[in-house]
């Protein structure tokens, strides 16, 4: 398996515990425990998606650029997760920030999934796609003990 079908996988799990949250009202366990499952899956991908797919891929002057963006949206992305910790469950305001959440998730993964697989894809080699699936599986498995 590839790098590009590995992520998808993952971004596939982000879309559905997104939409998911969204249709939850209220402090209630349900919402409680798909955040915490949203959170733990985002920052999990993140970690394993940045050292296992953004780097290599700064070694590439076609890349870089991406990478750093990317990088900068998933900061900012951490940022819209805190705003909803920070906010109770139970207020308007909190389905508000989830909902700006979810476009800022979306439009990462669209853009990711668009563009720069297809940098991605011209970059690295198919020896490099299969050892970086590998080695994000790792990574991903090793944050996710960690939660």
Known sequence: MK???VLREDHDKQRSLLNILAETSGDTEVRREYFQQLKDELESHAVAEERHFYSPLMKSDSAIELSRHG?????EIDELV??????D???????T???????KVEHHLAEEEKEFFQVAGKVLSEA??????????KEIEKEKEKH
């Open 3 to 5: 790098i590009f079908e």
């Open 71 to 75: 990088i900068a949206e998933h900061h």
């Open 82 to 87: 805190e705003t909803l910790e920070n906010t």
């Open 128 to 137: 490099d796609k299969d050892e970086l699936a590998r080695e994000y599986r």
């Open 97 to 103: 920030h989830l909902k700006t959440l979810k476009e």
């Open 89 to 95: 469950m139970s207020s308007p305001a909190w389905l």
